[in-house]
Structures are given as structure tokens and as C-alpha cells.
């Protein structure tokens, strides 16, 4: 019922709602993150993503896990890509079913916010200032922190 | 559990390039926790002074540890700068 995936590939976010449809759900909430095409230091052209093989699939599927004790949950999937992404790809899908709509927000809004405090996957930005390892944020620190 | 252990430890992100390697297999005097494993590491001279960040983050057999935790022969160390995924 809770199945994770990391991989080079793109993913088909119609397909994996589908693919959520047949577990009986009355809600179902989805999330895409994309690679931004600019930041705040001027033009994005990819994104190179890093991941721990191994660790990361297991953290990945531990954080699914962790949700599903916390809500009650019918199914949850998570795709995180790896490699190169250009600007405007896609880097990252979670899926949550649930009963009810609020245990599916809410469950995939903790996983995303963990997902970028606890997953080992570090990001490397390439564009018009050259290219650098991204650096955490204090927003998104603060939004790991809140659950 | 004393004299020399081998260990396999792994560099991830900016770590791994200031490095300027993935990996390195070492023998160890035990018993050692992962902050006397780093800071022997960080002693090496350049490059490895990189490794007495405070922000890095430790796994050992792929679960993130403490740095008191005690690393044993035949574990798998990782050191990694914090995760910027999603």
C-alpha cells in the first residue's frame, strides 16, 4: 500500500493517480515539484540530483510509513528522480488516498516537508551564476520542524 | 572491543567533491564514535579539514546516527552535508 521509487526517468503523474483510483479512496491528493527555470540569483537551467542508493529509498519509504501511523491512509507513492533535470522537469511525485480529504492534505504536505529535511538527496543548481550545491533553507527547515 | 577496525565510509554532495573521492576503506583504531571517526578524518590535513563541520550529518549501516554512536568492524559510514531534496 506504500510504495516508493527513485529513478533517473520521468514519471507519468496521470498514471500513478490512476494507479491510486483502485484502492477504494474517497480522496486523493497528489504533488508534483518541478525544476524552476530561475531563483531569486537569476536564471535555473538544471538541476543535477544526488541521491545515497539504498538509504534514500529506505528513508523514503520509512517517511510513507511514518504518515500512515499518523493518518489514517488507504495508499501512498512517492517518485523522487535523480540525475540531470532540465528546467521545467520533473523532480519529484507524492500520491496519498485516504478516506477523507484532510487526512490526504495533510499527509502529503508532512511528506514533502520532511521529505527535504530528512531524505538524503542534495541538489546541485546550474545556471547563471555557474554552478553550486544548493543550500538549505530556513523556510523549509522551519516547515520540517512544524510536524 | 579494542585494536584496529575496518571501515568503509562514503562522502555525498559538496562533501564528496571537496574530497575529491566517494569513498574510502580505512583501519581504525576502535572502539570509536562517529565524532572521533570525523575528527580523525578531519586531522589529515587538506583537503579533509572539510570534515570538522559541525553541519555535517552521519549515517552508519544507511540510519542517520548521533555522533556518540559507536561504529563497529565492517560498517558502512556516511558523511553528508544537510539534504536539499523535493
Given at each position: 500500500m506504500f510504495s516508493v521509487k527513485v529513478q533517473h526517468e520521468d514519471f507519468n503523474a496521470g498514471k500513478e493517480y490512476q494507479a491510486l483510483t483502485s484502492v477504494g479512496a474517497g480522496a486523493i491528493v497528489t504533488f508534483c515539484g518541478l525544476?524552476?527555470?530561475?531563483?531569486?540569483?537569476?536564471?535555473?537551467?538544471?538541476?543535477?540530483l544526488e541521491h545515497y542508493p539504498g538509504m534514500t529509498e529506505n528513508?523514503?519509504?520509512?517517511?510513507?510509513?511514518?504518515?500512515?501511523?499518523?493518518?489514517?491512509?488507504?495508499?501512498?507513492?512517492?517518485?523522487?528522480?535523480?540525475g540531470r533535470l532540465e528546467a521545467h522537469q520533473q523532480i519529484v511525485f507524492v500520491g496519498i488516498a485516504s478516506e477523507h480529504r484532510q487526512a490526504a492534505f495533510e499527509a502529503a504536505s508532512f511528506v514533502m516537508d520532511r521529505l527535504k529535511n530528512d531524505v538524503p538527496l542534495w541538489k546541485k543548481q546550474h545556471g547563471q551564476q555557474g554552478e553550486h550545491w544548493v543550500e538549505v533553507k530556513e523556510s523549509d527547515r522551519q516547515a520540517g520542524a512544524k510536524w | 572491543m579494542t585494536g584496529n577496525v575496518e571501515i568503509k565510509v562514503l562522502f555525498f554532495a559538496g562533501l564528496r567533491?571537496?574530497?575529491?573521492?566517494?569513498?574510502?576503506?580505512?583501519?581504525?583504531?576502535?572502539?570509536?564514535t562517529v565524532a572521533s571517526l570525523q575528527q580523525q578524518l578531519a586531522s589529515q590535513g587538506a583537503p579533509w579539514h572539510v570534515m570538522q563541520s559541525e553541519h555535517l550529518l552521519c549515517a552508519v549501516n544507511k540510519e542517520?546516527?548521533?555522533?556518540?554512536?559507536?561504529?563497529?568492524a565492517g560498517d558502512e559510514v556516511a558523511f553528508f552535508p544537510p539534504v536539499t531534496g523535493g
Open positions: 525544476v524552476r527555470d530561475h531563483s531569486a540569483e537569476g536564471r535555473i537551467d538544471a538541476l543535477t528513508t523514503l519509504q520509512q517517511l510513507l510509513e511514518h504518515a500512515g501511523r499518523r493518518w489514517s491512509l488507504l495508499a501512498g507513492r512517492i517518485i523522487h528522480r535523480v | 567533491e571537496q574530497l575529491g573521492l566517494p569513498s574510502i576503506q580505512s583501519k581504525l583504531q576502535a572502539p570509536l542517520i546516527v548521533s555522533p556518540e554512536h559507536v561504529v563497529r
